[in-house]
């Protein structure tokens, strides 16, 4: 049954995941909302509470009713080098990609959000196709120009795949870590309220 339930998945995500985007480019569009440079379309195809948060709609429309958005820590190990590393939650740096900046500092989200399904023990995470661009974007932020993005695109990660921060930040190891946090999980819910409303999502 899982097995059936992970190929059905795999076949729906690119799909809905195509939805959302138009839907979200089209509500951004539209929307007088200060957001970050690059304008409210693009501010908003970036922001994992929106993409995860719609793609939590959309599956358990779609009879994954386990499904759930939850947010805390991330770090995804992109390529070997120095600064192969995109962070949100930990540095906390000021010019982060993932912030929605609706009106002020008190909107900010440093963190990421994602879905976890745990009936069939994955993470599904909506954003990780736009890594490659983030990853340049942030680079071209900072100064460097190493966008070599070796981790999968694919939505989908296995929770027992999932490695440690340490070994993405001491090892330079190509991969994806989670982790989960109840307070940044509220406040998520809580900014995507917020965000959705003013978007018409």
């Known amino acids: 049954m899982k097995a059936i339930k992970l190929a059905k998945l ?17 509500k951004a569009a539209h929307a007088q909302v200060m957001l970050p440079a690059g304008g409210p379309a693009a501010a908003a195809a970036y922001s994992c509470l929106v993409i995860n948060s719609l793609m939590t709609d959309a599956l358990i429309e779609h009879g994954f009713s386990h499904a759930r958005m939850v947010a805390g ?3 995804f ?40 399904i745990p009936d069939l023990k994955i993470i599904v995470d909506a954003l990780l196709p736009e890594l490659q ?4 974007m942030d680079n071209s932020m900072r100064g460097f120009n190493d966008n070599t993005c070796l981790l999968s695109k694919d939505m989908i990660v296995e929770s027992s795949n ?5 070994k993405i930040i001491d090892e330079f190891a190509i991969g994806h870590h989670y982790q989960k946090n109840a307070e940044l999980t509220e406040s ?3 900014r ?5 409303s003013v978007l018409g999502l």
């Not at 995507?192 to 959705?196: C, G, H, K, L, S």
């Open 73 to 75: 820590k991330a770090a």
């Open 77 to 116: 190990g992109v390529n070997k080098g120095k600064f192969g590393v995109l962070d949100y939650g930990y540095s906390q740096q000021a010019d982060t990609l993932n912030v929605l900046g609706l009106a002020g500092d008190e909107n900010t989200f440093y963190g990421h959000a994602w879905i976890e």
């Open 192 to 196: 995507i309220d917020n965000f959705r």
């Open 188 to 190: 998520a819910n809580i």
């Open 133 to 136: 661009t983030i990853l340049a």
């Open 10 to 26: 795999k076949k729906l995500l690119p799909v809905l995941r195509q939805e959302i985007k138009a839907k979200i480019d089209e």
């Open 162 to 166: 999932t490695i440690s921060f340490a």
